[in-house]
């Protein structure tokens, strides 16, 4: 088991870039407005000596009466509980504050070892002077800058210096990573928690509360499961402001480096023009995806039938996606969705030989050949498969122009019913053959 080192702070000292500076990625959302870090964020550090696994956390606010505020400071809380050390973040700038008092006094009280890590000062001179404020606080300080890099190797030899020896964390095993995307407000998070048995997604009924992707590992009867649970996508015209658009752009990127998204819809909305969206984005970039209809624990049972013929009219036009009907609350459709998600990476990952292929081509222009088009007919020499997830098909053909939408939709069916592909998109290309 790697020790943990957890960050704290109030918002706006610099929590996130630290974090990103020690994992050596841009994994935590990073931007000047406070408050943007909300759900904690994981993330592995290697050291020279010791590997530890690092938790970055919402920024703290004591005596709050704001509902979010409260959630963040449950959720620091909670990862405090599991630290083997504790960096104690502050601004070196804006020298010590009545809430970094706070902040102090709440962690003499608890029982890890804390470091007090003095940020946003840059050089030998600047943290001299810059220091003095913060003795008072009690605790041992390492002065650095995280978005320049000063100080950050001093950091982290204390930092391993403080931890209890713990083994080597075993090589890495790539797992099934599976990213939440929808709306905000239909239960993303909720779905998470339900799954991996904690809460430790922050929920709440208000929209928009995770801005971040968060990645969440479970591991299961021997495998690993990594769940990445993303900020709300909003339609463009009510994002109001610079942070809420890369959060967006993140959420929805986010499914490409997943093995499968799973896009969440209301069940009690429907599919509306913001669900159609992110359809077609998915649809267009060829994302592997199960779509999961939430939320049916609040729909009579006599309105089940009406409400799934609803949903298939309405997800027509990417019918290779599997749906499944889902509840974080009767925890219904939860026992399927990773046998199904898994169904769909087998498929995108699929493989077929070049034999096979120009097969099933000889029989599907035998059983239905192509079209005349201005007296011409194109004429398919034969198949190959360049690429998998998904699974990418070249046709070599006499002129690509000569293969019609119809047609193409045809051999794509006729592709996934021989070979067993009817859960992930698929990529068709044609292109002339060097014998014409």
Do not use: W
């Amino acid at each position: 088991m790697l020790p943990h080192v957890v960050i704290v702070g109030r918002p706006n000292v610099g929590k996130s870039t630290l974090f990103n500076r020690l994992i050596r990625q841009n994994k935590a959302l990073v931007h000047d407005q406070p408050g943007v870090t909300r759900d904690r964020l994981y993330g592995k550090v290697s050291g020279s000596q010791k590997d530890f696994a690092l938790v970055d956390t919402g920024g703290l606010v004591l005596d709050s009466s704001n509902r979010v505020e409260e959630e963040i400071h449950e959720q620091v809380l909670d990862a405090l509980e599991t630290a083997d050390l504790i960096l104690f973040a502050v601004d070196g700038q804006a020298g010590i504050t009545a809430l970094d008092e706070q902040l102090g006094t709440m962690l003499r009280q608890g029982r890890g070892p804390v470091h007090l890590v003095i940020n946003k000062v840059d050089g030998r001179e600047r943290s001299s002077f810059l220091e003095g404020d913060f003795y008072s606080l009690g605790f041992d300080f390492t002065s650095i800058s995280a978005a320049h890099g000063y100080n950050i190797s001093a950091l982290l030899e204390t930092i391993e210096s403080k931890l209890p020896e713990g083994r080597k964390e075993e090589p890495h095993i790539q797992g099934l990573r599976l990213s939440f995307l929808g709306r905000p407000n239909v239960g993303k998070s909720s779905l998470v928690n339900a799954l991996i048995g904690d809460d430790r997604m922050m929920v709440s009924s208000l929209p928009g509360t995770t801005r971040d992707c968060v990645d969440i590992v479970l591991e299961k009867n021997g495998k690993r499961y990594i769940f990445i649970d993303t900020a709300g996508v909003r339609r463009r015209t009510t994002i109001r402001d610079e942070l809420e658009r890369f959060s967006t752009l993140r959420a929805i990127m986010s499914s490409k480096r997943a093995d499968v998204s799973l896009l969440v819809l209301d069940a009690l909305a429907g599919v509306v023009a913001q669900d159609k969206k992110l359809l077609s984005f998915l649809e267009r970039e060829k994302v592997p995806a199960v779509i999961l209809v939430n939320k049916i624990d609040q729909v009579p049972r006599d309105k089940m039938g009406r409400l799934k013929r609803y949903f298939q009219d309405q997800l027509a036009f990417c019918s290779y996606a599997p749906v499944l009907y889902t509840s974080s609350i009767s925890r219904a459709g939860l026992g399927r969705l990773i046998p199904t998600a898994e169904k769909v990476l087998v498929q995108s990952r699929t493989r077929v030989g070049t034999g096979e292929l120009n097969r099933l081509i000889k029989e599907a222009v035998q059983g239905h050949q192509p079209p005349l088009v201005k007296g011409r007919r194109a004429k398919i020499y034969y198949l190959t498969q360049p690429g998998t997830s998904p699974p990418e098909f070249v046709f070599f053909v006499n002129d690509p122009r000569l293969i019609k939408p119809a047609y193409a939709r045809y051999l794509e069916k006729q592709i996934r019913r021989v070979f067993h592909l009817d859960m992930t998109p698929i990529k068709l290309f044609f292109r002339s053959s060097r014998r014409d």
